[in-house]
């Protein structure tokens, strides 16, 4: 589905497509600690997260799944900037990212690529698209034992 005109700026827009075309750390692992699936019922967006965790550092992070460019984009953004960080450093920056969202800054310098979702931040629906990586990555590393999916519909969110 094609992006509606002046969602992100033309730099950004290239980022994001690029991180789309090329995405990193797209596949699966051969071993792994913890994992989490997830969903964004409002667009289609599936996404898998497998995670090997050793020491409380994330050695790798693959993500699969299928979805629109802006969900791919942030999943491959996500996994390029918190391999090789602590899990609490991972989870810093799933908090940093939700404040990107809500505020359309970055709350920390060195967020690279990840700066270009900024934009999304004025349309609610396509926040859902951006988190939904960042959601099913902390499942993973905070409750790897869930066996429900993640997903960005709220409505569908009861602790039963
Ligand atoms: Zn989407």
């Known amino acids: 589905m094609p992006e509606r005109d002046g969602l992100l700026g033309d730099l ?3 980022i994001l497509l690029d991180h789309y075309r090329n995405p990193r750390n797209k ?16 667009c289609g967006d599936q996404i898998r997260l497998e995670v090997e965790v050793d020491d409380e550092t994330i050695d790798a992070l693959r993500f699969s799944g299928v979805g629109c460019s802006i969900s791919q984009a942030s999943a491959s953004m996500m996994t390029e900037y918190v391999v090789g960080k602590t899990v609490p450093e991972a989870e810093r920056a799933i908090d940093d990212f939700q404040r ?23 349309f609610p629906a396509r926040v859902k698209c951006a988190s939904l990586a960042w959601k099913t990555l902390r499942q993973a590393i905070e409750h790897p034992e869930a066996a429900e ?8 969110a009861n602790h039963g």
């Open 12 to 14: 950004y827009k290239e």
């Open 27 to 42: 596949g699966t692992l051969e071993t792994f600690t913890c994992a989490a699936d997830g969903s964004n019922p409002l």
């Open 100 to 122: 990107l969202m809500i505020e359309g800054e970055a709350p920390v310098d060195d967020f690279g690529d990840i700066e270009a979702l900024a934009g999304v931040a004025k």
């Open 149 to 156: 999916p993640v997903t960005t519909d709220d409505r569908s």
